[in-house]
């Protein structure tokens, strides 16, 4: 794993705490996050994450800022 994905990684480790610590009070929040690991079962971690992925997880973190 690269030195980006693991960043990225990190920054979906804090989206899945926030969704624990929130509950599944924000259905569409859960969703989003759910659809960024998906992605991320199914990407490359050799590489840099890929535009769509890091869209994905900027989508998922602008949820969490509204529910914050």
Do not use: Y
Request: glycine share 8%; net charge positive; charged share 40%.
């Amino acid at each position: 794993m690269n030195d980006n994905f693991r960043e990225f990684k990190g920054r979906l480790r804090k989206l899945d705490e926030i969704l624990v610590e929130r509950g599944l009070s924000d259905a569409d929040f859960a969703q989003a996050l759910s659809r960024v690991r998906r992605a991320v079962k199914h990407g490359d971690r050799s590489r840099d994450p890929s535009s769509t992925l890091r869209g994905l997880l900027e989508a998922a973190e602008g949820m969490a800022r509204k529910i914050a």
